[in-house]
């Protein structure tokens, strides 16, 4: 069986989209996922997406890691899922209900209200999220957001300056954390602007991460570090994050489409 693909990015967080909302595909699960998204004998991507119909929603939106695995929020997909769209959307996700606007060359998204508590995150045990006594080699006191997805945030004079492909898997893979994490080191520049790098949770070190900038800001702005709207500047681009009154996370963006293409289903299945 043919199937068309599109491929797609946000700041070079890159994506291969799957549209089954008019016609289904055979179920895509974790080794599927995992195929296509291999950079060697597959199409290669961060994600893989996967379009469906929604009983609650315009559509529903799956993200698939790296690794295979399903998670519940992607935030530079969603903005590429917008571009594809092309007009505002209602779209469940595993995190629950996010509404796509696009925007010229990208996408508005609400990624709806982060959740601090520390069963939230989730942690193996109670403690404070705000400023975790924790640490590992030169990453400590994090704080940590659920933004539809678990994110821990360390703030440090240099994030550059951070082994990350040492450092993040070591805590992604915590036992502290029993849905693993996604791991941030950020630099707070100004009251308005932090840099981000971010080691994925099941994808490892991207060149951009939605949920990381979301999280990132929502933990800056609760130790007042920064105001509530914040540039995030990740080595793929900049996002814009603003933390409204009212609670709810608005991220604005770029997303790109590259190329559109199409594989045969039983090489990867
Ligand atoms: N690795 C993340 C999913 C993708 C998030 C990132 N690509 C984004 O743009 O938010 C997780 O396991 O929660």
Request: charged content about 20%; overall charge negative; glycine content about 10%.
């Given at each position: 069986m043919r199937v068309p693909f599109i491929k797609m990015h946000g700041l070079g967080n890159d994506f291969i989209v799957l549209d089954a909302r008019d016609a289904p595909l055979p179920p895509v699960d974790a080794d599927v996922a995992r195929a296509l998204a291999d950079r060697h004998t597959g199409i290669g991507c961060d994600q893989l997406i996967l379009l469906q119909p929604s009983e609650q929603a315009d559509f529903r939106m799956r993200i698939f890691n790296h690794d295979g695995g399903e998670v519940e929020a992607c935030g530079n997909a969603s903005r590429a899922v917008a571009l594809l769209h092309a007009a505002p959307a209602r779209v469940e996700t595993g995190g629950g209900l996010i509404d796509l606007r696009p925007a010229d060359g990208g996408a508005s998204v609400d990624m709806g209200v982060p959740r601090f508590g520390w069963e939230d995150i989730p942690l193996a045990y109670p403690m404070d999220?705000?400023?975790?006594?924790v640490g590992w080699d030169m990453l400590e006191e994090p704080g940590a957001a659920n933004v539809g997805n678990p994110h821990v945030v360390f703030f440090i004079?240099?994030?550059?300056?951070?082994?990350l492909e040492t450092l993040g898997p070591l805590v992604e893979t915590d036992a502290l954390f029993p849905q693993a994490v996604n791991v941030n080191v950020a630099t707070i520049e100004s009251r308005t602007r932090l840099r981000l790098r971010v080691w994925e949770r099941?994808?490892?070190?991207?060149?951009?991460?939605g949920t990381g900038a979301c999280a990132a800001a929502v933990v800056a702005i609760r130790r007042k570090r920064v105001g509530r709207s914040v540039t995030v500047a990740l080595p793929g681009g900049e996002l814009q994050i603003d933390w409204g009154e009212d609670g709810r996370i608005t991220m604005t963006g770029p997303a790109t489409e590259s190329f559109r293409g199409e594989f045969e289903w039983d090489d990867f299945a």
């Open positions: 999220t705000l400023t975790m006594p004079e240099d994030c550059d300056a951070v082994p099941g994808a490892g070190l991207t060149r951009a991460c």
